[in-house]
C-alpha cells in the first residue's frame, strides 16, 4: 500500500509542476526575465527487478528512482546547474527498494542526495564546469565499460566541441560519503578526445581516453566495496588504475527505416601487470523521440579484475563492477509523450569460477 502511495503523491506533485499555469519553466513564453532563465525537468522511474545468482536465493524487488533538475542562466555564459536523486550514500545508482516497515518518508526525503552542484561558464565552443557535474565523457552508445551512467565528476572540466572534435580533460577527486580509518583522497586526471568522420549515409567516432586514478593502491574502497578489484587482507587496494579507453563508433540514419548504431570499446589498465583488459561490442537500432518509437540494443562484454576501476563503472551488469564476462540486451519504447517503457535483460558469468548470474529489470519512467 505504501508503494501505491508513494507512486500516486510523487505523480500528483509532477502534474502540479507541469501544469502550473504562471511560470513554464522549460519554456520562456512571454514571461518576466527571471523566469525565462529557470529551468526544471525530471523523471521518476518505477523498476521490477528479478536477479538469479548460483548459490543464492533469487532476489525479487521493487524499486524507484527520482531524479530532478533546477537550473538557473546567471547570464548568457554563465548557467547554475542543480539537482537532487534518490539513491543517498550510492554514487552509481539512484535506486531505492521499497520496504514494508518503513515510513513514507524513508523512501524519499531521507533518501534525497545533491547529485549536481556547478557552474558552466560557455564560450565560443568550449565550456568549463566547476563542482559536481553531469556526465560529460563521451561514451559510445553510453556505454558503462568504465564509467556508470550516474557517476558525477567533482573537480574542474573543461570540454571544446566542434563539427568534428571534441575534447575533455579535467583534474577532479572521488567523493567519499564516510572517511574509513587510514583512508587517502583519491583524485582523478582525465583527458579524452574524439574525431568524427562524415560519410554520406554514415558517421564514424573515433576516440581515446586516458583516466589516472591517483592514490588507489594501498588506499581504502571509497563506497565500502571495490566492486571485483583486486584487495589485500586488509581490504585495501592492491593496484593503480590509469585507464586508456580506446572506441570506435559508426552511426547510420537510416537502417531498416530506423537509425543505426554500432561500436567496440576497449579499455586497458596500464598500471596493472594482469587481468587489465576489458572490452564491449554494442549494437543500437532505432530510437524514442516520437510516441511510438522504439529502440533495441544488444552488448557483450568481458571485463577484467582489474581492467577497470570497478567503484565508477556499470552498477547493473554481473551485479555490478569488474570480473565478470556476459551479454545485456534492452529495449525502450516511448509509449506517450512523457511515459518510456523499458526492459533489460543480462545473463553472465562471474570470475573464475564462471558462477551463473542473470538480471532482469522491467521499467516505467515518467518524465516532467
Do not use: C
Not at 99 to 117: H, T
Not at 197 to 218: E, Q, T
Not at 302 to 311: E, N, T, W
Amino acid at each position: 500500500m505504501k508503494k501505491i502511495i508513494l507512486s500516486i503523491a510523487t505523480i500528483a506533485t509532477m502534474a502540479t509542476v507541469s501544469t502550473a499555469s504562471p511560470v513554464d519553466v522549460n519554456k520562456g513564453e512571454s514571461k518576466s526575465g527571471f523566469f525565462d532563465r529557470i529551468h526544471a525537468k525530471g523523471d521518476l522511474r518505477l523498476r521490477h527487478e528479478i536477479i538469479e545468482k548460483d548459490g543464492k536465493d533469487d532476489k525479487n524487488r521493487e524499486r524507484y528512482r527520482f531524479r530532478f533538475n533546477l537550473n538557473a542562466d546567471i547570464t548568457d555564459n554563465i548557467l547554475l546547474e542543480t539537482a537532487v536523486s534518490s539513491g543517498k550514500g550510492n554514487p552509481t545508482s539512484g535506486n531505492v527498494s521499497f520496504k514494508d516497515d518503513e515510513n513514507i518518508q524513508d523512501y524519499f526525503l531521507d533518501e534525497l542526495k545533491l547529485d549536481i552542484a556547478d557552474i558552466k561558464y560557455s564560450f565560443d565552443n568550449s565550456w568549463l564546469r566547476v563542482g559536481k557535474s553531469k556526465h560529460h565523457i563521451y561514451r559510445p552508445i553510453k556505454t558503462q565499460l568504465v564509467w556508470d551512467n550516474d557517476i558525477r565528476l567533482e573537480g574542474i572540466n573543461y570540454g571544446y566541441k566542434n563539427s568534428d572534435t571534441m575534447i575533455r580533460v579535467g583534474a577532479n577527486r572521488v567523493h567519499r560519503e564516510e572517511e574509513p580509518t587510514g583512508s587517502e583522497n583519491i583524485n582523478i586526471l582525465l583527458a579524452q578526445y574524439v574525431h568524427t568522420l562524415k560519410l554520406d549515409s554514415s558517421k564514424v567516432n573515433l576516440g581515446a581516453g586516458y583516466y589516472y586514478y591517483d592514490g588507489v593502491k594501498g588506499n581504502t574502497t571509497p563506497y565500502g566495496s571495490a566492486k571485483g578489484n583486486s584487495l589485500d587482507s586488509a581490504n585495501l587496494y592492491t593496484q593503480d588504475y590509469g585507464i586508456l579507453e580506446l572506441f570506435a563508433e559508426v552511426k547510420y540514419k537510416d537502417l531498416l527505416g530506423m537509425p543505426f548504431k554500432s561500436a567496440l570499446t576497449i579499455a586497458y589498465n596500464t598500471l596493472a601487470d594482469s587481468d587489465n583488459l576489458g572490452y564491449d561490442i554494442s549494437a543500437q537500432l532505432g530510437d524514442t523521440k516520437k510516441v511510438g518509437d522504439l529502440k533495441v540494443n544488444a552488448t557483450y562484454r568481458d571485463v577484467a579484475k582489474d581492467a577497470v576501476y570497478g567503484a565508477h563503472n556499470d552498477s547493473d551488469f554481473s551485479g555490478g563492477g569488474t570480473d565478470s564476462n556476459g551479454y545485456y540486451f534492452k529495449g525502450k519504447y516511448k509509449f506517450a509523450k512523457n511515459v518510456d517503457i523499458g526492459a533489460w535483460f543480462n545473463w553472465s558469468r562471474l570470475g573464475e569460477t564462471n558462477i551463473d548470474y542473470h538480471r532482469t529489470q522491467l521499467d516505467v519512467i515518467l518524465k516532467f
